[in-house]
């Protein structure tokens, strides 16, 4: 197995496993690990009343929103009176999983240290500038800055001055994931020792009316896999990873809570908003994911899915895990956390790629709530309503997005 040696960029092992050391959530159900990892066991339901804007006229009335959520007294001096939902968010996240991975007492921990996040930026903010605009309130052009998509990496790298390699990920619903994915190449490739990745969202009026406008939207609230599913719910947080050299992390005495095995990132080429009836594109990425992380389709028994709870999308990603894990999907469970928190668009596979990781780690698979009635095309065990202890040596994650981008994530347990 080649080492890196952490004096360039032109060494690349893209099998050598990177170990996860630093958690971080904020979410509907909890905005910490211990309530986030307390509500998958429970099957906690943090799909409530849209209170954060007018629904007249809507399909849906629902939404996630993050509630309760208390910052630290050093992020609320550094955001004072300016912080978008977007940095409170990403930086809470990020704080929870910097500090579970002990990362200030490392020295020179800022040198080859970077981040990448998924974010599509801060539209409310850019909402509050043109309402305020439009009713001649003072409005410093500044706001605007918290619109850019690198609002949260911005953020996340000044707080903790952090000098490494930098970059924003926008797939649509993967970003998160994807981030996820880059990160770890970063690793492997040299450009940094320790990443901060993952994914944030903040809720918009754009993004919930044109999720309407679409007729994604459900008018209840979401079922994926369920024969009677009607759509989306939205919602927002941030999830947050610290991935590491694995060398690294074992050199400094680290608490290792799971490994990053792989990833797989395709296009399915198909459509702007629909996915591959078949799921071309995504069983592509996962076996993509399984070849990086030298395994095989019997190595994997529980798979976060994307499961959105719309007709096409939960039919064409069973479809596609049926076709590649052929006679083994019916010993593989397949559950959607969205059940219970909503689609949070770009911080998606990163809330839930922090969901398998406490999975594979706490050797459950979390449930797909609100299920009653199954559907003919969605035969792979959802885990209905109740989560399941398993056994559990790898788990896989997945997201799909619009335009037909793909990512897949395997993560391990830490041995």
């Excluded at 990177?18 to 159900?29: E, K, N, Y």
């Excluded at 849906?60 to 007294?73: A, I, M, R, Y």
């Excluded at 028994?301 to 096409?312: E, Q, R, S």
């Excluded at 997945?398 to 897949?408: D, E, Q, V």
């Amino acid at each position: 197995m080649n080492t890196n040696n952490n004096t360039g960029n032109n060494t690349t092992n893209i099998h050598r496993p990177i170990a996860i050391t630093g958690l971080g959530v904020v979410s509907p159900v909890g905005n910490n690990i211990a309530q986030f990892e307390q509500a998958l066991l429970a099957g906690t339901n943090g799909i409530t009343k849209n209170n954060f804007q007018d629904t007249e006229g809507y399909t849906s009335k629902v939404c996630g929103q993050v509630k309760n959520l208390e910052l630290s007294d050093d992020i609320n001096q550094y955001l004072g009176r300016k912080g978008s939902d977007l940095e409170k968010f990403v930086l809470s996240a990020t704080e929870q999983a910097w500090q579970q991975a002990n990362l200030d007492q490392v020295a020179d921990i800022n040198e080859r240290t970077g981040v990448i996040l998924g974010s599509g930026g801060s539209i409310h903010g850019l909402e509050c500038f043109i309402k305020n605009k439009v009713e001649q309130a003072n409005n410093a052009p500044s706001i605007l800055l918290n619109y850019s998509p690198d609002t949260a990496g911005t953020a996340v790298a000044n707080y903790y001055k952090l000098h490494g390699p930098r970059s924003s990920i926008m797939t649509a619903c993967s970003s998160g994931a994807t981030a996820i994915g880059f990160a770890a190449d970063m690793i492997r490739t040299g450009f940094a020792d320790v990443m901060v990745t993952g994914g944030v969202e903040s809720l918009s009026t754009v993004t919930i009316s044109g999720f309407n406008s679409l007729g994604a939207m459900s008018e209840t609230t979401p079922k994926p896999f369920d024969a009677e599913r009607d759509g989306i719910a939205l919602g927002e947080g941030a999830g947050i990873l610290i991935l590491e050299d694995l060398e690294h992390a074992q050199k400094r005495g680290a608490n290792i809570l799971a490994i990053f095995e792989g990833y797989g990132f395709t296009g399915d080429g198909h459509h702007m908003t629909a996915p591959h009836p078949e799921g071309e594109g995504m069983i592509r990425a996962m076996q993509s994911a399984l070849k990086e992380a030298n395994l095989t389709t019997t190595d994997i028994n529980y798979i976060n899915a994307h499961g959105t709870g719309t007709k096409l999308n939960d039919k064409s990603e069973s479809a596609a895990v049926s076709q590649l894990f052929g006679a083994h999907a019916q010993n593989i469970s397949m559950s959607s956390t969205k059940s219970m928190i909503g689609h949070t668009l770009s911080a998606a596979g990163a809330i839930e790629a922090v969901a398998s990781c406490l999975a594979v780690k706490g050797q459950f698979a979390p449930p797909t709530i609100n299920y009653k009635t199954p559907d003919e095309n969605c035969t792979i065990d959802p885990v209905p309503n109740v989560a399941k202890p398993m056994n559990l040596d790898y788990v896989m994650s997945n997201s799909l997005a619009f335009a037909g981008n793909n990512t897949s994530l395997i993560f391990s347990k830490a041995s």
